[in-house]
């Protein structure tokens, strides 16, 4: 049948039916004799089944992967939910129809009731916002995979246009539960087997595609075998075995600053290693030590591990001046570094993937970095998760000058340069646990337990509105809510509390100015070794993302308009930049520039 009756039998226009196509949602569309486009009852199917999905506000990215079996119905189903839960706008049509598909699945398989009932409805302008890149047979692609902590992230992009082709998220589902609170570790083998089933579905979607490039979670590290196989969980950057006293009282962080300067914190890669060769707990075949985004790229590649100096300095003692391990260090402590992979400090291709170039993986601030600003050192990345970070990329020779602290470190960059990171613990964490105290009394209220951040957010801005960020009125909260990095002991505090201007705008927007402040406070020692003006302020992260409120206070508190880059997922972007500057060369060469840009 033609594509008119298509647009009868689905009600989805014309725009519509051709946009999936070109995604690759519906396949198989023939040409007649007179060139019309024919299509099939199965595509009929397909199409209505993809505009149920639509209808529930499930990405083109998602059904994507859900077609290519990366992930489950019922896993689309819940991500979904957990996103309209997470979002500052209440979808409640969404949420009935996620769950009623939910409730309905027979196996895996969509309810054929609520298929036929939702079939006549109308479009309702389904279609995503975002701008994707039109690929066609000569479209030059890269691929970048960021192996977070709880999610797995792609990005698609299309180095001729500087837009991504696709944007891909899924849950690792990893976490390997402990009796032991400070013991923090990852299955392995199921994070590479969720990666390399994300990227087959991506090189099966993208034939064009002619590089890989990786990025994920820094310091936690995995024990591989001569093979480069996993012989180990992967013990995360949460990881507090190294910072836990032993019957001196000392813990082994302790100890690897009395015998070498070098102070570790724990879930830093070699102070678990420490923790684990002197407990006898290393295993017996281990011929590597690498991050999780040194050893997926081995395995899928069947090569031995190779680090890039990023990785390498989040494990410890490294030395910025030789851009290797301090090994002399290593050996004070105890430690034999045989087990140290090949560190290298540039781009360099590791192995092959179904035939086409992987390259070195570097770590997720600097990826971050990479995908925000690119290579600019006028710009200053302030970055809002859990936890919040602000960087600024610098000469080399700032590594000879600026004495690291536990707060303000000196991380390998790119081609000679370095990043001065600063990070605060709490970051989007203290609007969290603010969030939580309002969640409380609201259900001591007797209403349901539900997020509170909707409402959260509209007080927050109407707080900034009476109580700007130089009035003398407003609240001062210091949000170190879990401590910094120099002191774990140190709390948060609210100050200049009066008569009049304790109510919940008023800690809200406060608290908000706080967590900016926290990184600004960092930013003040930072600039202090480093040339560059900073007249650009970048902004990332899905807390900003979320919260208008916050962005405003973090340009009120740098007295700078921040820029937020339109593409999401800022390290698998930053990854897939990494790779296609490792591999292209010559006019396919990688523009990072023509790559960012801002809303």
Same mark, same amino acid.
């Given at each position: 049948?033609?594509?008119?009756?298509?647009?009868?039998?689905?009600?989805?226009?014309?725009?519509?039916?051709?946009?999936?196509?070109?995604?690759?949602?519906?396949?198989?569309?023939?040409?007649?004799?007179?060139?019309?486009?024919?299509?099939?009852?199965?595509?009929?199917?397909?199409?209505?089944?993809?505009?149920?999905?639509?209808?529930?506000?499930?990405?083109?990215?998602?059904?994507?992967?859900?077609?290519?079996?990366?992930?489950?119905?019922?896993?689309?189903?819940?991500?979904?939910?957990? %996103?309209?839960?997470?979002?500052?706008?209440?979808?409640?049509?969404?949420?009935?129809?996620?769950?009623?598909?939910?409730?309905?699945?027979?196996?895996?398989?969509?309810?054929?009731?609520?298929?036929?009932?939702?079939?006549?409805?109308?479009?309702?302008?389904?279609?995503?916002?975002?701008?994707?890149?039109?690929?066609?047979?000569?479209?030059?692609?890269?691929?970048?995979?960021?192996?977070?902590?709880?999610?797995?992230?792609?990005?698609?992009?299309?180095?001729?246009?500087?837009?991504?082709?696709?944007?891909?998220?899924?849950?690792?589902?990893?976490?390997?539960?402990?009796?032991?609170?400070?013991?923090?570790?990852?299955?392995?083998?199921? !994070?590479?087997?969720?990666?390399?089933?994300?990227?087959?579905?991506?090189?099966?979607?993208?034939?064009?595609?002619?590089?890989?490039?990786?990025?994920?979670?820094?310091?936690? !590290?995995?024990?591989?075998?001569?093979?480069?196989?996993?012989?180990?969980?992967?013990?995360?950057?949460?990881?507090?075995?190294?910072? !836990?006293?032993?019957?001196?009282?000392?813990?082994?962080?302790? %100890?690897?600053?009395?015998?070498?300067?070098?102070?570790?914190?724990?879930?830093?890669?070699?102070?678990?290693?420490?923790?684990?060769?002197?407990?006898?707990?290393?295993?017996?075949?281990?011929?590597?030590?690498?991050?999780?985004?040194?050893?997926?790229?081995?395995?899928?590649?069947?090569?031995?591990?190779?680090?890039?100096?990023?990785?390498?300095?989040?494990?410890?003692?490294?030395?910025?001046?030789?851009?290797?391990?301090?090994?002399?260090?290593?050996?004070?402590?105890?430690?034999?570094?045989?087990?140290?992979?090949?560190?290298?400090?540039?781009?360099?291709?590791?192995?092959?993937?179904?035939?086409?170039?992987?390259?070195?993986?570097?770590?997720?601030?600097?990826?971050?970095?990479?995908?925000?600003?690119?290579?600019?050192?006028?710009?200053?990345?302030?970055?809002?998760?859990?936890?919040?970070?602000?960087?600024?990329?610098?000469?080399?020779?700032?590594?000879?000058?600026?004495?690291?602290?536990?707060?303000? /470190?000196?991380?390998?960059?790119?081609?000679?340069?370095?990043?001065?990171?600063?990070?605060?613990?709490?970051?989007?964490?203290?609007?969290?646990?603010?969030?939580?105290?309002?969640?409380?009394?609201?259900?001591?209220?007797?209403?349901?337990?539900?997020?509170?951040?909707?409402?959260?957010?509209?007080?927050?801005?109407?707080?900034?509105?009476?109580?700007?960020?130089?009035?003398?009125?407003?609240?001062?909260?210091?949000?170190?809510?879990?401590?910094?990095?120099?002191?774990?002991?140190?709390?948060?505090?609210?100050?200049?509390?009066?008569?009049?201007?304790?109510?919940?705008?008023?800690?809200?927007?406060?608290?908000?100015?706080?967590?900016?402040? /926290?990184?600004?406070?960092?930013?003040?020692?930072?600039?202090?070794?480093?040339?560059?003006?900073?007249?650009?302020?970048?902004?990332?992260?899905?807390?900003?993302?979320?919260?208008?409120?916050?962005?405003?206070?973090?340009?009120?508190?740098?007295?700078?308009?921040?820029?937020?880059?339109?593409?999401?997922?800022?390290?698998?972007?930053?990854?897939?930049?990494?790779?296609?500057?490792?591999?292209?060369?010559?006019?396919?060469?990688?523009?990072?520039?023509?790559?960012?840009?801002?809303?």
């Amino acid at each position: 049948m033609r594509i008119g009756e298509v647009e009868q039998l689905t009600g989805l226009s014309r725009k519509t039916i051709r946009l999936y196509e070109e995604r690759g949602l519906i396949r198989g569309v023939v040409r007649s004799e007179n060139s019309y486009r024919e299509y099939s009852d199965e595509m009929i199917s397909q199409l209505n089944t993809i505009a149920l999905l639509r209808r529930a506000g499930i990405s083109l990215s998602d059904i994507q992967l859900w077609q290519d079996e990366v992930i489950s119905t019922s896993e689309m189903l819940k991500k979904r939910l957990a %996103e309209l839960k997470n979002s500052a706008v209440i979808a409640g049509d969404q949420v009935k129809l996620c769950r009623r598909l939910l409730d309905g699945l027979h196996g895996d398989r969509l309810p054929d009731d609520i298929l036929s009932e939702e079939r006549d409805t109308a479009e309702k302008a389904i279609e995503d916002a975002d701008s994707m890149a039109d690929v066609t047979d000569s479209s030059v692609l890269t691929v970048g995979i960021d192996i977070g902590t709880t999610t797995i992230s792609a990005v698609v992009l299309d180095i001729s246009s500087g837009c991504p082709a696709g944007v891909y998220t899924v849950t690792s589902d990893a976490a390997v539960q402990s009796d032991a609170p400070h013991e923090k570790t990852q299955d392995i083998k199921k !994070i590479t087997w969720r990666v390399k089933k994300l990227l087959d579905a991506l090189l099966n979607r993208f034939p064009t595609t002619c590089a890989i490039g990786f990025s994920g979670q820094m310091h936690g !590290i995995v024990y591989l075998d001569a093979g480069s196989k996993p012989i180990s969980e992967l013990f995360t950057w949460q990881d507090g075995r190294a910072g !836990i006293p032993d019957g001196d009282g000392k813990s082994v962080c302790d %100890e690897i600053f009395e015998k070498t300067g070098h102070r570790l914190s724990p879930g830093y890669g070699l102070a678990t290693h420490a923790w684990m060769e002197k407990h006898g707990k290393v295993p017996k075949n281990a011929k590597y030590i690498c991050t999780v985004m040194d050893c997926v790229p081995a395995m899928i590649c069947g090569c031995s591990p190779v680090m890039h100096s990023s990785n390498a300095a989040s494990l410890g003692f490294f030395d910025l001046k030789s851009m290797d391990f301090d090994k002399d260090a290593i050996r004070k402590a105890g430690m034999s570094e045989s087990l140290l992979p090949e560190v290298t400090d540039r781009g360099t291709v590791i192995g092959r993937y179904k035939g086409i170039p992987v390259s070195v993986a570097i770590g997720d601030n600097q990826a971050s970095v990479l995908g925000s600003v690119g290579e600019n050192r006028d710009a200053i990345l302030a970055n809002f998760g859990t936890g919040s970070q602000i960087s600024v990329i610098c000469d080399g020779e700032v590594a000879g000058r600026f004495t690291p602290t536990p707060d303000i /470190e000196v991380r390998p960059f790119l081609d000679g340069s370095v990043l001065l990171s600063g990070s605060a613990l709490c970051g989007g964490r203290a609007y969290a646990v603010t969030e939580r105290f309002f969640r409380a009394y609201a259900e001591a209220c007797g209403m349901s337990d539900s997020e509170q951040y909707e409402v959260m957010n509209k007080l927050a801005e109407r707080g900034m509105k009476k109580y700007g960020c130089l009035s003398p009125e407003r609240l001062r909260v210091r949000t170190a809510f879990c401590g910094t990095r120099s002191d774990s002991t140190v709390r948060g505090s609210v100050e200049n509390i009066g008569e009049d201007n304790f109510s919940p705008e008023a800690l809200l927007s406060a608290t908000l100015y706080g967590m900016a402040e /926290e990184l600004y406070g960092l930013y003040s020692e930072m600039k202090k070794e480093s040339p560059a003006r900073h007249p650009m302020l970048v902004v990332s992260g899905n807390a900003v993302r979320k919260n208008k409120a916050l962005k405003e206070a973090i340009g009120s508190v740098f007295g700078m308009e921040p820029k937020l880059p339109v593409h999401h997922e800022e390290a698998a972007f930053g990854a897939a930049i990494f790779a296609a500057r490792t591999v292209l060369s010559g006019s396919e060469a990688c523009d990072v520039g023509k790559c960012i840009r801002y809303k």
